[in-house]
């Protein structure tokens, strides 16, 4: 199994008025589709899948939002693919081995994109970054 592409389709980031007080940040991410997709292989045709996410990062009170939409591109042997397919098809879920390769591929690149948009519109980051802690004497 290999994770051989990754793209966004959609980015998205908004702000709007800073409230005084705590701000909750909640990241979402979702598989919102999987598809076929013939590739070229050398001289081969070679069916891979397309899977669609969606990622959110929504700030509470209503002060902002990023959203992130894209695809991931799977290949594996053609009747893996199959059998994915067909699983997706009839209860729209896929293997938990693929769900958490595609999910760490999704959440690795959509947290700096995320962290990226955020410092440009000027909200707070949607991940926690580390902080030096000053020792007390």
């Known amino acids: 199994m290999t994770i051989v592409g990754f793209n966004f389709t959609k980015i998205e980031a908004e702000k709007k008025e800073l409230t005084k007080g705590k701000i909750k940040i909640n990241n979402n991410v979702s598989i919102t589709d999987v598809g076929e997709k013939n590739i070229s292989v050398g001289t081969d045709k070679q069916k891979i899948l397309r899977c669609s996410f969606e990622f959110v990062s929504k700030y509470d009170p209503n002060v ?12 594996n042997d053609s009747k893996k693919v199959k059998e994915i397919m067909d699983g997706w098809k ?48």
Not at 64 to 75: A, R, S
Not at 100 to 128: D, G, Y
Request: a positive charge.
């Open 90 to 137: 009839k209860d729209k879920k896929l293997p938990k081995e693929l769900m958490a390769s595609i999910l760490n591929t999704v959440l690795n690149k959509c947290n700096v994109q995320a962290l990226i948009l955020s410092e440009q519109i000027s909200l707070p980051s949607p991940i926690e970054l580390p902080k030096i802690q000053q020792q007390k004497e």
């Open 64 to 75: 902002g939002m990023i959203k992130l939409i894209g695809n991931v591109l799977y290949m």
